[in-house]
């Protein structure tokens, strides 16, 4: 299983969706940095399939968090083998300048109540 990672910066760039081959997968991009770093280095991150659409809300300026999974993949060409390396974005959060999100927060469940049709499950 895969690691979930997460990094938090400012929108810099979005990309079109781009669609490759005949099966029709698809990717969009975004670079997220760190204006305030001492040494801002821009990330791309790749949203893939049906995820690029989670990039449609987001605005170049707005602070973000995404989770993402580092992907890699050897590939067998003619210069001999190359390996390649993806970060593998699989959400985003617009955040407000104090940090906070901008996503509403869940409704608590209460732990103690069990539906009636649950009760008389086998397991």
């Given at each position: 299983m895969a690691q979930?990672?997460?990094?938090?910066?400012?929108?810099?760039?979005i990309g079109q969706t781009q669609s490759f081959g005949s099966?029709?997968?698809t990717k969009?991009?975004?670079?997220?940095g760190d204006p305030n770093a001492k040494y801002p280095n821009p990330v791309k991150f790749t949203f893939k399939k049906d995820n690029c659409s989670l990039l449609d809300g987001v605005k170049k300026g707005d602070n973000?968090?995404?989770?993402?999974?580092?992907d890699g993949r050897r590939w067998d060409?003619?210069?001999?083998?190359q390996y390649f390396v993806d970060?593998?974005?699989?959400?985003?959060?617009?955040l407000n300048a104090d940090g906070t999100s901008t996503e509403?927060?869940?409704?608590?469940?209460e732990a103690d109540v069990m539906p009636e049709d649950l009760e008389d499950m086998p397991f």
């Open positions: 979930i990672f997460e990094y938090t910066g400012q929108v810099e760039e099966n029709g997968f969009r991009e975004v670079i997220i973000a968090k995404i989770r993402f999974a580092v060409g003619p210069r001999g083998t970060l593998t974005a699989l959400k985003i959060e617009v509403p927060m869940p409704t608590p469940v």
